[in-house]
T-cell receptor, first 114, second 111 residues
């Protein structure tokens, strides 16, 4: 199993450009998440998808859109990038076994907006 | 406002010197308390989930405990390879898909 994969690993954008961050998991998990991580701050939830076909806002959704393409894939789109969106973005998935939740993270995408 | 605070921000230990990391939280409702390890340039790696006060879980040199207002990650006789940033997160009791993360404790274990 590859676990959670993300593409690209690095990206530099100019203000106003758009891009889509891709995420896929091969563990058959229902729930998937997008977080951003900034220096000195904890991971903050942008959007999540509790199951295929559903998406919901997290703590910091402004400036982002998401698509749960199928059970495996959950993408994050920046329509018009801003310097404040410079961050490291992590995708995660979660499963529940016997009442215990376990969350798995991808390797991250390092985004710089100039 | 839901808040998760980790202390200390950074901790330097000698190899073999045991210590504890703290994660305190003020949230409206907790379902679970998660601990992760994060190496530089990588995604967080899941360690433990705790659900009730008094619960303990162990993995190698790490032991996590939970009380009503905080959690501790005890590191016994650490080795240099335990050097990493340790993150805790609270899972919302009313929405299992919402997590609130602390900013982490950066642990450096010197040989």
């Amino acid at each position: 199993n590859a676990g959670v994969t993300q593409t690209p690993k690095f990206q530099v954008l100019k203000t106003g450009q758009s891009m889509t961050l891709q995420c896929a998991q091969d563990m058959n998990h229902n729930s998937m998440y997008w977080y951003r991580q900034d220096p000195g701050m904890g991971l903050r939830l942008i959007y999540y998808s509790a199951s295929e076909g559903t998406t919901d806002k997290g703590e910091v959704p402004n400036g982002y859109n998401v698509s749960r393409l199928n059970k495996r894939e959950f993408s994050l789109r920046l329509e018009s990038a801003a310097p404040s969106q410079t961050s490291v973005y992590f995708c995660a998935s979660m499963n529940r076994v016997g009442g215990t939740d376990t969350q798995y993270f991808g390797p991250g995408t390092r985004l710089t907006v100039l | 406002e839901d808040q998760v605070t980790q202390s200390p921000e950074a901790l330097r230990l000698q190899e073999g010197e045991s210590s504890s990391l703290n994660c305190s939280y003020t949230v409206s409702g907790l379902r679970g308390l998660f601990w992760y390890r994060q190496d530089p340039g990588k995604g967080p790696e899941f360690l433990f989930t705790l659900y009730s006060a008094g619960e303990e879980k162990e993995k190698e040199r790490l032991k996590a405990t939970l009380t009503k207002k905080e959690s501790f990650l005890h590191i016994t006789a650490p080795k240099p390879e335990d050097s990493a940033t340790y993150l805790c997160a609270v899972q919302d009791r009313y929405n299992f898909n919402k997590f609130y993360f602390g900013s982490g404790t950066k642990l450096n274990v010197k040989p």
